[in-house]
């Protein structure tokens, strides 16, 4: 058994490792550079630690592993180009180093690469795998329009939140648990209970997003807190404040939203003050903390030793404790 450290070290050799004689090269330059601005490789690591349950050589798959992770970072790519952002983890976004026309196409470029790869597993895995890459594929972008349209809301449910966050973010971390038992020889049974363990620790993830947006440390967090308020963002945590409220908390909180101009620091001050009073902290880890144990659940289902499943669980418990 592999560590999720000795894991996520060969995920980071394997993708500077990657060969790129294709032509132009100004195609494949944004590529590259999207790839070596780092990340946690959570869904690379993931598929690897579920193929190692099964089986001891996790190098064997790492092309699939790659997949994962280039399909992640074209999402990251355009989202950054629908949202006009100007940093991805310190470093200018693909639209700003060069324009909007270059990052759809080496966009686009990066989402067949993943496809590409993806498709080198074994042949006799291949049509499920694809199947499910596939699938998972059709839900992020469906995901991605349900958070697009809650933008122009101000009734998002917290039901429909759980499951714009499901489909933007959950299902692509149970797909890397669920190919990597595929690919790994798992039983039917052992697939679905690693998708469902990944489809919760993924909700739990996007909850701790939500999560330290507001009170994390800016200096771990990496960029700075407060902006999902500034920008009314429908996540967990504005969602249950304005169902929460009480009429004089919903009043302030709908000032806030409404706001044409404002203060930032104002903003985002007072929009705390009133989660800080309405309990929404509480809230958001309670459920956090609901979304894992229920996780853990179908981990421990899993027809593999609980020394086996360690490493795995002690991943997840990791995850939850990130501060960035």
Not at 229 to 254: E, F, G, H, V
Request: glycine content about 6%.
């Amino acid at each position: 058994m592999y560590s999720s450290e000795e894991l996520l070290k060969k995920v980071n050799e394997a993708l500077n490792g990657l060969v790129y004689d294709r032509q132009p090269v100004t195609l494949y330059d944004p590529i590259k550079y999207v790839l070596s601005l780092g990340g946690k490789r959570v869904r690379p690591v993931l598929m690897l630690l579920a193929y190692n349950l099964y089986k001891e050589d996790p190098e064997k798959i790492m092309t699939q592993a790659i997949a994962l992770e280039t399909y992640h970072n074209f999402t990251l790519l355009h989202d950054d180009l629908m949202d006009n952002a100007d940093m991805r983890r310190g470093h200018e976004t693909v639209h700003k180093k060069w324009n909007p026309n270059q990052a759809i196409l080496s966009g686009d470029t990066m989402l067949l690469q993943a496809f590409q790869r993806m498709g080198q597993c074994e042949a006799n895995r291949r049509q499920q795998v694809m199947d499910l890459f596939m699938e998972t594929a059709l839900e992020i972008g469906e995901g991605q329009q349900l958070d697009v349209e809650f933008e122009s809301r101000n009734d998002v449910t917290e039901d429909e939140y759980i499951e714009m966050i499901r489909l933007k973010t959950s299902v692509l971390l149970a797909c890397a648990l669920e190919i990597g038992a595929i690919l790994g020889g798992a039983s039917e049974a052992d697939q679905e209970n690693l998708y469902c363990f990944g489809e919760q620790i993924g909700l739990a993830f996007q909850l701790q997003d939500d999560l330290l947006d507001v009170y994390g440390d800016p200096k771990v967090f990496g960029k700075n807190i407060g902006g999902d308020i500034t920008s009314n963002k429908k996540t967990y945590m504005l969602i249950n404040a304005i169902n929460q409220a009480d009429a004089a908390q919903r009043k302030k909180l709908m000032k806030w939203i409404e706001a044409a101009t404002f203060d930032r620091n104002e903003k985002v001050k007072a929009v705390t003050r009133l989660y800080d009073e309405i309990g929404i902290r509480q809230l958001c880890e309670q459920k956090m903390e609901g979304c894992y144990q229920l996780g853990l659940q179908h981990l421990a289902k899993v027809n593999v030793s609980e020394e086996r499943k360690a490493i795995l669980k002690n991943y997840a418990a990791a995850m939850m404790k990130r501060q960035s």
